[in-house]
């Protein structure tokens, strides 16, 4: 029986002069993800708020399964994991259970993570916003999630809007997840404006919002 996609919103915390090395390693991680049977995104890019050698990274498969079990059963996930902990390039505790790999976890609950029509849509330099909405209730989200889905469909044709994707937070009931791409920086500062009005809108049923930005350098969307 098949079921919603599975992404993971992923923030790797990382010591300074991190950054040049985790370009190396994304090599083979996202080569490896190309060839995956459950895998179809996989895409990372440096921190923009004020951490330059954090990564942050959306990964998406079309069964949990291909993130818990087949993409850390691969044998070059396992080699570049040890060069990452030979490294050391995480910021507070090494080892793939540590804190500073800082993950969500989602169903895709609407929006759209590319457009056909978009001569640019596999770009590896696009610029990205991370919008969580934390509702005030959890009996609220579906509300949230709905008014996420609706500014997704107002906004698809918006030229510069690449990505509006909406996520459905699987351990936290209170948050959904906008995650906005756009063709370069100065196209969301373009658009952001249209978010701020809805963050606005969104007030009366949020406790928090946080918005995190980071530059896109490597990796695929939407294979499967």
Same mark, same amino acid.
């Given at each position: 029986?098949?079921?919603?996609?599975?992404?993971?919103?992923?923030?790797?915390?990382?010591?300074?002069g991190?950054?040049?090395?985790?370009?190396?390693?994304?090599?083979?991680?996202?080569?490896?993800?190309?060839?995956?049977?459950?895998?179809?995104t996989?895409?990372?890019?440096?921190?923009?708020?004020?951490?330059?050698?954090?990564?942050?990274?959306?990964?998406?498969?079309?069964?949990?399964?291909?993130?818990?079990l087949?993409?850390?059963?691969?044998?070059?996930?396992?080699?570049?994991?040890?060069?990452?902990?030979?490294?050391?390039?995480?910021?507070?505790?090494?080892?793939?259970?540590?804190?500073?790999? +800082?993950l969500?976890?989602?169903?895709?609950?609407?929006?759209? /993570? @590319? %457009? =056909?029509e978009? #001569?640019?849509?596999?770009?590896?330099?696009?610029?990205?916003?991370?919008?969580?909405?934390?509702?005030?209730?959890?009996?609220?989200?579906?509300?949230?999630?709905?008014?996420?889905?609706?500014?997704?469909?107002?906004?698809?044709?918006?030229?510069?809007?690449?990505?509006?994707?909406?996520?459905?937070?699987?351990?936290?009931?209170?948050?959904?997840?906008?995650?906005?791409?756009?063709?370069?920086?100065? +196209?969301?500062?373009?658009?952001?404006?249209?978010?701020?009005? /809805? @963050? %606005? =809108?969104?007030? #009366?049923i949020?406790a928090?919002?946080?918005?995190?930005?980071?530059?896109s350098?490597?990796g695929?969307?939407?294979?499967?």
């Amino acid at each position: 029986m098949s079921g919603p996609r599975f992404f993971v919103v992923a923030r790797v915390i990382s010591r300074k002069g991190a950054l040049p090395f985790w370009e190396k390693r994304l090599v083979g991680l996202c080569g490896v993800s190309e060839t995956e049977v459950l895998g179809g995104t996989y895409y990372w890019g440096q921190d923009l708020n004020g951490d330059p050698d954090t990564i942050w990274g959306l990964e998406g498969y079309t069964h949990p399964a291909g993130f818990f079990l087949g993409h850390v059963s691969s044998d070059i996930f396992k080699h570049e994991m040890k060069l990452v902990d030979a490294d050391k390039l995480l910021k507070n505790v090494q080892g793939l259970g540590s804190p500073d790999y +800082d993950l969500y976890h989602y169903d895709e609950a609407g929006g759209f /993570l @590319t %457009k =056909k029509e978009d #001569p640019d849509k596999d770009s590896k330099t696009s610029h990205v916003a991370v919008y969580h909405f934390w509702t005030t209730d959890a009996s609220k989200r579906s509300e949230l999630l709905s008014e996420l889905n609706a500014f997704a469909d107002q906004h698809k044709s918006v030229d510069t809007l690449q990505s509006a994707l909406v996520l459905k937070a699987i351990v936290i009931p209170e948050l959904a997840t906008l995650w906005i791409r756009t063709k370069t920086q100065a +196209d969301y500062k373009a658009f952001e404006p249209e978010l701020a009005t /809805l @963050t %606005k =809108k969104l007030a #009366p049923i949020t406790a928090k919002v946080e918005v995190n930005q980071s530059r896109s350098f490597i990796g695929h969307l939407d294979l499967k």
